[in-house]
């Protein structure tokens, strides 16, 4: 069975779970997940983790992203992109310098509440459902963390495309609103792609075509993913065993995080070393693999 990370470049009109249904039929696959989603009609970056990967999908989501998008100012919507429903307009006296120093404000530890047209639940129920009904709800803000913001260029007198760095969670749909807000227009989103997410780029993405015809070889080891961290290798005999049956051991290595690997080359688990002590934070050895 197949198993590995594939790294789409989604395009647009197509959801995160569209291209992970094509994935099933193509590699016959039923454990197929994606690390963290892209609206419709966004392209760019999108990790697909397929049968034992799907462990690690959980450290995807969690990853730094990077995207450029394009806000148009003098415009509100109610997706908060243009997709949406036109709520208000207004004349745009903003200049590039204004929407630079209104980028400084927005670069940081910020607040955020999420949009309404969002699969994130209320009461059991998906945002973008009510919303679809006409419903509105409260919604907490939630606080990401924008590490950078950079001003690429100007599109039109109202039109800028920008580079953003930031944290799981963070809406580049809201921030474009939030942003208009700020500069008493209004704004909107009208162009997005993911250029990077975690350890992985746009150099790193292949088409769903591109899948079609090469199937399973075009998936990555799972160890990829955590490719920023050391390795551990040529664990004695013992020791490996003590790992594959998920204990800690003792091992003389710097704090931190490590990729820890089998005699045989096989990647065993993310662990973390404090104070002479390894301990896994994931397992990713299978059991056919347990016998050293």
């Known amino acids: 069975m197949p198993d590995g990370i594939v790294i789409i470049d989604k395009p647009a009109d197509w959801t995160s779970m569209d291209v992970c249904a094509k994935l099933r039929g193509i590699l016959r696959e039923r454990r197929v997940g994606h690390g963290g989603t892209l609206d419709p009609m966004a392209t760019g970056v999108l990790p697909v983790f397929v049968g034992q990967a799907t462990k690690a999908v959980e450290f995807a989501e969690n990853s730094r992203k990077e995207y ?53 639940k209320v009461r059991g129920r998906k945002l973008y459902e009510l919303a679809r009904k006409g419903e509105k709800v409260a919604r907490a803000p939630r606080t990401v963390t924008i590490y950078e913001l950079e001003l690429l260029g100007q599109e039109s007198p109202t039109e800028y495309k920008f580079r953003c760095l930031c944290s799981k969670g963070t809406y580049i749909r809201t921030l474009c609103d939030d942003i208009g807000a700020r500069l008493g227009c209004g704004g909107t989103l009208y162009a997005l792609r993911r250029t990077r997410a975690g350890a992985f780029t746009e150099a790193d993405a292949v088409t769903i075509d591109a899948v079609q015809e090469r199937g399973a070889a075009l998936l990555r080891p799972v160890d990829t993913l955590f490719r920023e961290y050391p390795e551990i290798r040529g664990l004695p005999p013992e020791k490996e065993r003590r790992v594959r049956c998920g204990n800690e051991i003792r091992q003389e290595v710097a704090d931190g995080v490590y990729r820890v690997y089998g005699q045989n080359g096989d990647f065993l688990c993310l662990s973390e070393a404090r104070d002479g002590t390894l301990k896994a934070v994931k397992n990713f050895f299978t059991s056919r693999k347990r016998e050293v």
Not at 92 to 99: R, T
Not at 106 to 119: L, R, W
């Open 68 to 120: 450029v998008a394009g806000l148009r100012l003098g415009v509100s919507t109610d997706t908060q992109d243009i997709t949406g429903r036109v709520l208000d307009t207004h004349p745009v006296s903003a200049a590039a310098a204004d929407v630079e120093a209104v980028f400084r404000a927005f670069t940081g530890e910020i607040e955020q509440i999420p949009p309404m047209y969002s699969a994130l």
